[in-house]
């Protein structure tokens, strides 16, 4: 009666615990609502508040649940009789509240009675944030600026979310496993495709039939240098290079990040083959580094160190690696962070700021070669994190005049017009951080040049 | 360097101009903005109000304009420098001002200067409509509850919208041309398809691959009788009825909504085939009826004539079809209206709740049989309307214990028990309203029952 189905009781019933643990106050989590898109009932796809999925498990609607020593007690209206006529049977309150080991269910009239003292985390729209608020009878700042005890909760939420149990890394291998099957399609019709929003279609189409939906919109272009390219209309030529960072969210909410680029004609030229060699040395040597204790910063700047390196071995960049990365001029192609947190958000817990991918103490760099960076806090075992370097030629900074001034002696631009055939390369997988080292959650997906190679050509054996 | 690209400027002067001469006040509308998903960088993809993109014509993001006396003037703030580095470079205010034929441009920050007197209609989302508000420095209820010169706009923009100009006809047309594919689609996919989902994901991505987007949440399923169902999950089997739901939205925003039901192996059982064709004769004499000046909600009423008939025909209702429709007798298997105005809205302008569907002074009815009529006005040349009829056995009306003893004389529940392989069917096309009757928009996708079991069997020659 109720899909997907829900997780195993016990792993909520660890989480509440361990949140109980951590911090004492009753705690109010809102599963948030429908949002219209251009009129009221015509809604975007409902998406739960991944804080609530952590501890509820199901992506209910306009749910609230109340946590405290480790018990769950749900708020919920039950189905309207004309709700029946247009969605169907809906499961009774007792029914659901049973499927998530609910100590009791009530209608959501009965919150004021169970509101006081209780700490939450704002839900991103106005409207629910103002219910929540209203509830409370308390302003609501928005969740990166949480205060007093919502801080307090806050905090406690990041510990438990930073790394993962078992059966969180279940669902996003799932949806890994999905992403994948859907990279593969990518690269397979791609040579059949007219213009990327047809690889696109053919990618995400591998998604819903599996009964997911993308977990962030995804990237599929031509023009690798616009970072987060939202159109799809470019033609596909065979001398270009086709960048998707296309990732599957379980109907859980678990979600996946992958990238990979590959050759629309089935093979790089030289020039292109160079630098995603590069990449991927970059991409292999991080991954090849990480272990618990290790900073994710530290990670981030050996990537910066191998692309100099080799951008250095190319004729691109003159001086010493070491000097370059110093001087930020590795940003010059490497512009934005090794990757970030992943778990029920793409960028995991990013609606809190940087409370849950900086540690406690640390902010943002203003360095060129570091502002971007989302996560600085030392690998622990259970998290998992996206491992994705890349290499662009962004407009925007290549033709900043005073970039080309900063950088001007370490720069060989002439050398650079032979590399116009590669706007831009990303190679990313999804993580996680073991007792031992790393796994590569995504390691199904080739990364080699010959494999992709040979998948795109339709020559790939498995 | 914008897309899609713009409308031609003389249908957009024209459409403002013709404001002009409904409307004396200024109006400012707001496009809207991004809509945070799990947190505020993880948007849902950007849909701008339809009733900015009716005089302005693209889908800006943030942007507000000023329109008095057919002039445009445009606010908009120049993206920042950072922007280009994520998402490439974009036109300046004064490029897009200039596509737009706008009189003027200007940064948002010199809104208020303009904001005096201006008429408004309220965004859906609770965060705009409080910006919206402020710079008013007023009240603003939700559009469907506009007062004042809100509500004289809101009057005004009704007027104008309910009849379509030749370039939305345009538009909608091609919206609909990619739904038919989608549902050929779909259709040739299904004896292969082990569930929904993998239906829909081929229907939809033939709409992505065209750089569209679903107009609405697709409907794809073997229970026809959920009527708006969205879950995916089920098996497809073999006696099943596949019912779909799917419409494409082009670049533009102008709306298609198209329905087909076929059998899942290609072959309608005999019982399906009789409720087929009755749904389909209710829909054939519903176009055929439709000219200028007919009220739709005997439109509306026919197809109850139509369906009362042939159920009596087939001995699942008893009595006489004027005296069953009068009971509301057809409304225990045809719950819903005949259909509703179709333009930049799939459900064109429920935002503004009856006001543009029903004439004014008129109101809904709470007979049973025509309560969810979305549309009572006389038909006008240039009008699109949806005509869906259909047949379900919804549970919560068949089994509710005050409905049987209601019509316990009508029907003949034991007849009934043959019928129980047909859960739920409709047949939906789109239908402009001309000088001389009406032409079915989407008349290039069959309707008969042997055309759509050719296609599901792939012997279709088309």
């Known amino acids: 009666m109720l899909y997907p189905p829900p997780p195993p009781l016990e792993i909520l019933r660890d989480r509440r615990n361990q949140l109980a643990a951590k911090f004492l106050h009753p705690v109010l989590l809102w599963s948030g609502q429908n949002l219209a898109?251009?009129?009221?009932?015509?809604?975007?796809?409902?998406?739960?508040?991944?804080?609530?999925?952590?501890?509820?498990?199901?992506?209910?609607?306009?749910?609230?649940?109340?946590?405290?020593?480790?018990?769950?007690?749900?708020?919920?209206?039950?189905?309207?009789?004309?709700?029946?006529?247009?969605?169907?049977e809906s499961p009774t309150r007792e029914e659901v509240g049973a499927c998530l080991g609910a100590e009791a269910a009530y209608?959501?009239?009965?919150?004021?009675?169970?509101?006081?003292?209780?700490?939450?985390?704002?839900?991103?729209?106005?409207?629910?944030?103002?219910?929540?608020a209203k509830l409370l009878q308390r302003p609501l700042p928005a969740a990166d600026q949480a205060e007093g005890i919502d801080a307090g909760l806050t905090a406690a939420i990041v510990v438990l979310r930073l790394t993962h149990d078992e059966a969180a890394v279940v669902e996003m291998r799932r949806a890994i496993a999905v992403s994948i099957a859907a990279h593969r399609t990518g690269m397979a019709v791609t040579q059949q495709a007219p213009n990327e929003a047809a690889i696109r279609a053919a990618m995400e189409a591998v998604i819903v039939s599996q009964g997911m939906t993308t977990a962030y919109s995804s990237i599929v272009t031509v023009h690798g240098d616009v970072l987060h390219n939202d159109c799809y209309h470019h033609e596909v030529r065979p001398g270009d290079l086709l960048l998707a960072d296309v990732g599957a969210e379980a109907a859980t909410g678990w979600a996946s990040d992958l990238t990979r680029t590959w050759p629309v004609a089935g093979k790089f030229s030289p020039t292109q083959r160079a630098i995603y060699d590069l990449v991927l040395a970059a991409h292999d040597a991080c991954i090849a580094a990480m272990q618990p204790g290790v900073e994710y910063r530290d990670i981030h700047l050996l990537a910066a160190h191998v692309i100099a390196a080799g951008l250095v071995e190319l004729g691109l960049l003159r001086g010493n690696p070491a000097d370059l990365v110093d001087r930020d001029a590795h940003a010059l192609f490497f512009p934005h962070?090794?990757?970030?947190?992943?778990?029920l958000d793409v960028h995991d817990m990013e609606d809190l700021g940087d409370r849950a991918g900086y540690a406690s103490g640390r902010c943002r760099s203003?360095?060129?070669?570091?502002?971007?960076?989302?996560?600085?806090?030392?690998?622990?075992?259970?998290?998992?994190?996206?491992?994705?370097?890349?290499?662009?030629?962004?407009?925007?900074?290549?033709?900043?005049?005073?970039?080309?001034?900063q950088y001007q002696d370490v720069v060989n631009w002439e050398r650079l017009t032979d590399f116009a055939d590669v706007r831009g390369i990303r190679i990313e997988d999804d993580v996680l951080v073991t007792e031992m080292g790393a796994e590569v959650l995504s390691k199904e997906l080739p990364t080699a040049a010959e494999a992709i190679e040979a998948i795109v050509a339709g020559s790939d054996a498995a």
């Open 37 to 88: 898109r251009n009129f009221p009932a015509n809604t975007y796809p409902f998406r739960a508040s991944s804080h609530f999925l952590y501890f509820a498990g199901l992506p209910l609607r306009s749910v609230v649940i109340h946590l405290q020593a480790g018990q769950l007690r749900l708020f919920m209206d039950e189905a309207s009789p004309g709700a029946a006529l247009w969605h169907g």
């Open 107 to 132: 209608p959501l009239a009965d919150l004021p009675v169970w509101s006081a003292d209780c700490a939450t985390i704002a839900l991103p729209d106005a409207h629910s944030r103002s219910q929540q």
């Open 366 to 405: 203003d360095r060129f070669g570091l502002g971007y960076l989302r996560l600085d806090r030392p690998l622990q075992p259970g998290m998992v994190v996206t491992i994705e370097p890349g290499f662009y030629q962004v407009p925007a900074i290549l033709q900043d005049p005073n970039r080309r001034q």
């Open 337 to 343: 962070g090794i990757g970030h947190l992943l778990g």
